[in-house]
């Protein structure tokens, strides 16, 4: 999947998700999975809106019923914003997801990081 470039009042999040793995999607597809979910710290002078996540794959696997909506390799989430502010501004931001490969599930972990917003 092909990294686009962010529009003006967006930032991409881009992780990749490790070869025979995968994370649930957002929403999950059930109530008890735990969805990839990413958060943000509150920056002054700017406002982040709902994250928009990326289409999820369906897959079955062995241990559910139905097939599972599920994110696998390159994931780009996009976060939209505004601000009144010019130049650089950082925005930390918390990723929550739980990595399973075809037979379990590894506890949720959260990831942190920051991206550089450049406003013109």
Do not use: W
């Amino acid at each position: 999947m092909a990294t686009s470039q962010p529009k003006p009042g967006e930032a991409l999040i881009v992780f990749t998700v490790d070869e025979n793995y995968h994370v649930n999607a957002n929403p999950a597809t059930y109530p008890y999975l735990i969805a990839t979910e990413i958060t943000t710290d509150k920056v002054e002078g700017l406002q982040v809106g709902k994250p928009i996540y990326p289409a999820a794959e369906k897959k079955k696997f062995e241990f559910a019923e139905e097939p599972l909506a599920v994110y696998e390799g390159r994931v780009q989430i996009t976060l939209t914003f505004t601000t009144t502010q010019k130049g650089k501004i950082s925005l930390p931001y918390h990723l929550r997801v739980q990595a399973c490969d075809n037979e379990k599930c590894f506890p949720p972990a959260t990831i942190d990081g920051t991206t550089s917003i450049d406003v013109q």
